[in-house]
């Protein structure tokens, strides 16, 4: 059974920094395609960032371009997502995610998201 659970969330002050973490158990991410969605109230859930696992190479929504950083730690099974420069509007719950066939591929696991909030 895959199980993915995200945290490091918390209440920051615009501009100011978090990282979260995404660990899972029953499956080894390095396989998959791993992505950070969020969802904000009153919003549809959107793609923050994700990383291939054939190519290495990451994505990120133009919304956060150049402030966060997605990084992927095989050794302790675990995806990190940096956060800098956080605007009020980073306020939601984020979510990690795993695509087994690819980033292209329907996400099939899913975290319990971990809630963040910018505000002053």
């Known amino acids: 059974q895959v199980q993915l659970v995200e945290s490091g969330g918390g209440l920051v002050q615009p501009g100011g920094s978090l990282r979260l973490s995404c660990s899972a158990s029953?499956?080894?991410?390095?396989?998959?395609?791993v992505g950070w969605f969020r969802q904000a109230p009153g919003k549809e859930r959107e793609g923050v960032s994700w990383i291939s696992s054939k190519t290495g190479i990451s994505y990120y929504a133009d919304s956060v371009k150049g402030r966060f950083t997605i990084a992927r730690d095989n050794a302790k099974n675990m995806v990190y997502l940096e956060m800098s420069s956080l605007k009020s509007e980073d306020t939601a719950v984020y979510y990690c995610?795993?695509?087994?066939?690819?980033?292209?591929?329907?996400?099939?696991?899913w975290g319990q998201g971990t809630q963040v909030t910018v505000q002053g």
């Open positions: 029953g499956y080894t991410l390095s396989y998959g395609c």
């Open positions: 995610a795993v695509a087994h066939r690819g980033c292209r591929a329907r996400f099939e696991y």
